[in-house]
């Protein structure tokens, strides 16, 4: 039998608040990351008399004298305005996507566009940690967290053992997959794991920690020794239990014909 070691020791920090996105004081194209469900803020222009924003050309919301005016395919969103800035509630992955800001002046006129990409991540969650004696001189750790575009960082003691970047690349000295929780293809709960192979021996504090543009979080586990993992030869174990069964086998097939022998033989 192998030996795992599932260490859920807790809460260190996960980063979330409210995103903030300015658009008040440029006319260049912005690039927003929201979290998903997390409240989105926007710093809007002041001179503006009517502020509208589009999506695919199609209208979102109308902001004239600090009211929001929702359109009619975008009721799930929550909006109001908080001293001059507009909030955003309930924000989903399907509305990540490309935006217009159009800025029109007191005669109604049209004077200024603002473009704008706006990307929904889910957060990470807290990473779960796994050691895995696969012998007394090799053990196996594994971290894995929800979220979008996880980055991992494992350290032993003062020791940095790998890092990722994101988005997520396999890397020679260890291995990376991500996979997906569900089937919808909106708000999709995405699993990335990292491992890596250790010498048995090894002890120490191992630190995961993981982040996105919009998280982080991380989990401190005690490393243990496999010096006295005496089980953990997954083959050796298997062609005992083989053996086992075979010897079974053949001592009820004895038995079977020493029966048949006497009942044909009174």
């Known amino acids: 039998m192998i030996f795992i070691y599932m260490i859920l020791t807790a809460l260190v920090l996960t980063a979330i608040g409210l995103m903030e996105c ?84 007191t005669l109604g006129e049209l004077s200024e566009k603002i473009q704008m990409h706006l990307e929904i991540q889910a957060t990470v969650t807290e990473p779960v940690v796994f050691q895995t004696c696969l012998s007394p001189e090799q053990m196996e750790v594994s971290c894995s967290s929800e979220g ?18 994101t988005p997520i690349q396999s890397q020679r000295s260890w291995t990376v997959d991500t996979q997906s929780l569900t089937t919808d293809k909106q708000d999709k709960a995405h699993i990335s794991n990292v491992s890596i192979s250790l010498f048995g021996l090894l002890t120490g504090n191992l630190v995961c920690r993981v982040w996105n543009n919009v998280s982080r979080d991380e989990k401190v586990i005690h490393l243990k020794s496999c010096k006295d993992c005496v089980s953990c030869c997954p083959v050796l174990t298997i062609a005992l239990k083989t053996s086992v069964a075979t010897l079974l086998l053949l001592m009820a097939l004895c038995v079977c014909l020493r029966y048949l022998s006497k009942t044909r033989n009174p």
């Open 148 to 165: 979008d575009e996880v980055g991992f960082i494992l350290r032993l003691d003062h020791l940095l053992l790998m890092q990722t970047r």
């Open 22 to 105: 300015d658009v008040s004081e440029t006319t260049k194209a912005q690039q927003c990351i929201a979290a998903l469900g997390e409240p989105l803020i926007f710093h809007l222009p002041t001179t503006a008399k009517m502020i509208t924003l589009k999506k695919d050309k199609n209208n979102v919301l109308n902001i004239v004298n600090n009211k929001v005016a929702l359109d009619k395919g975008n009721q799930v969103l929550s909006a109001f305005i908080i001293d001059g800035k507009l909030r955003l509630d309930n924000i989903m992955k399907k509305h990540s996507g490309d935006y217009q800001w159009e800025l029109f002046n």
